[in-house]
C-alpha cells in the first residue's frame, strides 16, 4: 500500500505531496488534475500513461521530465522519472534497475476508467491484457517466457514485411524462430489456462455481487490463438504463404482472447444444434460473445458494471494466491498490496450501482484511489470506510478536505 506519494511536473501537477489512506477520494471539475494523480500511480506501476504514450504529453510545458516517488508501507519505495524523449530512470529503494516489470511487481494497480468501457466492442487486445495482468502477477515464469516470443514475433514480421519470396536463408531463419515461438507459445497457453480456469468462479461471485439479474446469463471463456493440439510451429509451416502476402503472423498467442458470453434462450438452442459439429475445445464457436449483442443486451451502466466485475474479480484470487503453497512457489509476491485506481466512479451509475460498486471495492484488501466530479458519494464512503482521505482538486492544487 502507498503510504506516501510524491508527482513532480505531471501535466498540471507541479508538486504534489500525498500521504494516502486506504480509500482515497479526489474531487474536482474537469480539467482540475484529478485524473492525472492517477495517471501517475500508474504510470509508476506500468511505465507508461494509460492517456498518452509519448511523455512529452504528459510532462509539464516548460520542463524536461516528470517524476513519480512512493513510500510503499513495508518500508520500500518506488521511482520512476521520464523525459520528454522517453529516456526513463526507474529506482527501488534507491537503487537503479532496469527493467519495469521490476516495479509493477512491487506495485500491482487496476485501472477502470472510461476508456474501459470499450473493452467488449474492441479488439481482443485489451482482454487479453486484462488476463495478462494477472498470470504476470502470478506465475513468475510468464513474463520471460512473452518477451522471448514478442522478440521473436517482431522479427518474424519484420521478414515477412520485407518479402513475398524468401531467399533459402531467410526461409531456415524464419523455420528458426518458429521453433522459437512454438516452445514460448506452449509455455504461454499453460500459464494463461491454468490462470483463467483459477478465475473464473471469482468472475461468477463477482457478478453476482454486481449484476446479480445477469448471474445465469453472463460467462467467459478463453480462446489460446491458435489450435493447441498442434505444435505452433507446424501451423506456422502451413499458413507461411497467407502470412507473406498478408506481412504478418495471423496466429498465435498475440492471438489470445477472453470472450465474454451471453447465455440466452437462443444461444443456449443454437449450442444445442451445433454441439455434434463443433470441436470440443472451441467454446467461443458455441455462444455468441457479448460483442455482438452488447448494444442490445446491456445498458451503459450495465457494461460498466460487468467490466468493472471482470476486474475486481481478479483480486480476491490474487489475494488468495498468498494462501497457496504453489504460488509462491511461482513468485507471487505476498507483500504487494493491490492498488484499485477508478476514473470518474459515478460516470454512468445511478445512485444503486454505485453503492453495490462501493459496497465491493470496501471488501476487497485493497487500496483505492477514486475520482470524482461532486461530493455527492463522500457520505457513502465514510459509512464503508474507516478513516478515509478527501481531497479536492483545482487548476493541479491538492487540498484535504
Known amino acids: ?17 500525498l500521504q494516502p489512506a486506504a480509500c482515497n477520494v ?3 471539475a474537469n480539467g482540475s488534475g484529478k485524473t492525472s494523480l492517477l495517471e501517475a500511480i500508474f504510470l509508476l506501476s506500468r511505465g507508461k500513461s494509460f492517456r498518452h504514450h509519448q511523455p512529452k504529453r504528459y510532462i509539464q510545458h516548460h520542463q524536461n521530465m516528470v517524476t513519480v516517488h512512493a513510500k510503499l508501507n513495508d518500508s520500500s519505495t518506488l521511482a520512476i522519472q521520464k523525459q520528454a524523449d522517453a529516456t526513463t530512470l526507474l529506482r527501488l529503494n534507491q537503487t537503479t534497475v532496469y527493467n519495469q516489470s521490476i516495479l509493477t511487481e512491487q506495485l500491482p494497480t487496476l485501472l477502470i476508467d ?12 485489451s482482454r487479453r491484457q486484462l488476463l495478462d495482468w494477472l498470470v504476470f502477477h502470478m506465475k513468475q515464469g510468464f513474463h520471460p517466457q512473452w518477451v522471448a516470443y514478442q522478440r521473436l514475433l517482431k522479427q518474424r514480421n519484420s521478414l515477412l514485411k520485407k518479402t513475398r519470396h524468401l531467399t533459402q536463408v531467410q526461409l531456415a531463419e524464419l523455420k528458426s524462430w518458429d521453433k522459437g515461438l512454438s516452445s ?3 509455455l504461454i497457453h499453460h500459464y494463461r489456462e491454468r490462470i483463467f480456469t483459477e478465475w473464473q468462479p471469482y468472475f461468477a461471485e463477482s457478478i453476482e455481487q454486481l449484476l446479480p439479474s445477469y448471474a445465469e446469463q453472463l460467462s467467459l471463456s478463453y480462446n489460446a490463438g491458435y489450435d493447441t493440439s498442434i505444435a505452433l510451429d507446424v501451423q506456422l509451416n502451413e499458413r ?3 502470412d507473406l502476402q498478408l506481412g504478418y503472423t495471423r ?21 444445442n444444434e451445433s454441439a455434434s459439429t463443433t470441436p470440443k475445445n472451441d467454446v467461443s464457436a458455441k455462444l455468441p460473445t457479448l460483442k455482438e449483442q452488447a448494444a442490445n443486451v446491456l445498458s451503459r451502466g450495465e457494461k460498466k458494471l460487468l467490466i468493472t466485475a471482470l476486474r475486481l474479480s481478479q483480486l480476491p484470487l490474487l489475494l488468495n494466491a498468498e494462501q497457496n503453497v504453489d504460488s509462491q512457489r511461482d513468485g507471487f509476491n505476498t507483500r504487494a498490496t493491490p492498488v484499485v485506481l477508478l476514473d470518474d466512479i459515478t460516470a454512468e ?9 462501493l459496497s465491493t471495492l470496501s471488501q476487497l484488501p485493497c487500496q483505492v484511489f477514486m475520482s470524482s466530479l461532486t461530493d455527492d458519494i463522500v457520505p457513502m464512503i465514510q459509512d464503508l470506510w474507516s478513516n478515509p ?6 487548476q493541479g492544487n491538492i487540498q484535504p478536505l
Do not use: C, Y
Open 184 to 186: 514460448h507459445a506452449a
Open 349 to 357: 451509475l445511478d445512485n444503486r450501482a454505485i453503492e453495490i460498486l
Open 1 to 17: 500500500m502507498i503510504e506516501r506519494l510524491q508527482i513532480s511536473h505531471l501535466r498540471n501537477l507541479t508538486q504534489v505531496n
Open 389 to 394: 482521505n478527501m481531497f479536492h482538486v483545482k
Open 26 to 28: 479526489i474531487i474536482g
Open 251 to 271: 496466429i498465435g498467442n498475440h492471438r489470445a482472447d477472453v470472450h465474454v458470453h451471453w447465455h440466452s434462450d437462443d444461444s443456449l438452442e443454437m449450442n
Open 114 to 125: 472510461p476508456s474501459t468501457m470499450d473493452m467488449l466492442e474492441q479488439g481482443s487486445a
Open 240 to 242: 507461411l504463404e497467407q
